[in-house]
Nanobody, 120 residues
Framework: VQLQASGGGLVQAGGSLRLSCVGS????????IAWFRQAPGKEREFVAA???????NYVYFVKGRFTISRDNFENRVYLQMNNLKPEDTAVYYCAARLRGGVAEIDYDYWGQGTQVTVSS
């Protein structure tokens, strides 16, 4: 599967953005899709995942602010980000693995990133 992320931009603290990850291929619904992010000078970190079977998982510091959803008809996974904070500034990547759960590791396919910048 090939992935392409979009939807990043510049937003003020407290604002919202919706990221989109579109996947190629007819078996998109069989993939668990996740969002990761990497801030300058920091390691890449897991943000959220939506499994092929309908489970979701969020890292603790985005719970209640971010929502992951998917539309298998459109081959898309979304990350709705509300109440954004300056510390959310990062390049956001979507990733996929065939089936599996919503663990934070072992993703095989990666899209290019989309920059999210939150100003204070």
């Amino acid at each position: 599967v090939q992935l392409q992320a979009s939807g990043g931009g510049l937003v003020q603290a407290g604002g919202s953005l919706r990221l989109s990850c579109v996947g190629s291929g007819r078996s998109f619904s069989s993939y668990t899709i996740a969002w990761f992010r990497q801030a300058p000078g920091k390691e890449r970190e897991f943000v959220a995942a939506f499994s092929w079977s309908g489970s979701t998982n969020y890292v603790y510091f985005v719970k209640g602010r971010f929502t992951i959803s998917r539309d298998n008809f459109e081959n898309r996974v979304y990350l709705q980000m509300n109440n954004l904070k300056p510390e959310d500034t990062a390049v956001y990547y979507c990733a996929a693995r065939l089936r599996g759960g919503v663990a934070e590791i072992d993703y095989d396919y990666w899209g290019q990133g989309t920059q999210v910048t939150v100003s204070s």
